[in-house]
């Protein structure tokens, strides 16, 4: 069995609730209030388990939020590595307002760190025997902007292949400097690494450009409702958006990686891993909440509702 190993520096505790309307000054009365341990990384691993595999977590852990979302990670079948930190775990809110079917998220900043709080994540990595390392959403405030690169440089040396979802500085440095097997940026973040706006021919062109630098193995581009483009070596395959029941967004390009990583380390192409991406990103948005992606979903969609076209 292929171990995977999931990265959280700025994990979340992801409060979600419904609300009858949302208004500025009036107190707002919400219902249905569910918790769930958010972040990248640990959607990522919980996403993995849901699917049926066996994910490993590393995350910072501390404050007054952090024992909460210690437990809140206990019902999910994840090998889980906490790394202590001073600060506390950030919460974020989702509110539906069932009026209108919008969505409100609230998402803070987080905690600052000490660098030295994130050293004993880069000496698990150092001992880590596996195959996949996926560093999935942003880093906490005082990181240093090269920590994914210093890991992406660390999965190199040891033959892991290193999975990267994040966004600024940190990936422009990592993508700048590091070896990456899979890229999962959406239009936005590619937008800003290259500098211009882009359609989908200009971002098959910058995600190409990329490639052809050998920084990027993979490009896995997400677009939304207009579905994702998948750029290697081998060509650029478009796959169309799945028409479902929409019923909350959150979630959905985290469940698109971790899809993506765990149909590869079954043995499945890269081709097929993309078309099983799609699928669980179209699942996690048939969700309500921070649900993520169900497992039953997921093979539906994959089995009869996934096409691409080559370009």
Partial sequence: MQRILAIALNPAIDVSCDADHVRPTLKTRTQNQEHYAGGGGANVARVIAELGGEAELVYLSGG???????RLLEQYAIIRHRIEMSGSNRIALMVHETSTNFEYRFVPEGPTVDPEEIEPVHELIEEFDGD??????????????DTYSRMADAARRKGIRFVLDTSGEALRQTVDGSEIFLLKPSMSELEKLVGERLDETTA????????SRGSVQNIALSMGKSGAILVNAEGIVRMRSIHVRESSAVGAGDSFVAAMVWWLSQGHSMHEAFRFGIAAGSAAV?????????????????ENGVTSVHG
Avoid: I, N
């Fill in 204 to 211: 098959c062109k910058a995600a190409s450009e990329l490639v």
């Fill in 64 to 70: 007054f939020s952090g024992p909460l979302y210690d």
């Fill in 286 to 302: 048939m969700t309500p909440g921070t649900q993520l992606c169900r497992r039953e979903d997921v093979f539906a969609l994959y």
């Fill in 132 to 145: 996949y390392l996926v560093a999935s959403g942003s880093l906490p405030h005082g990181a240093p902007e």
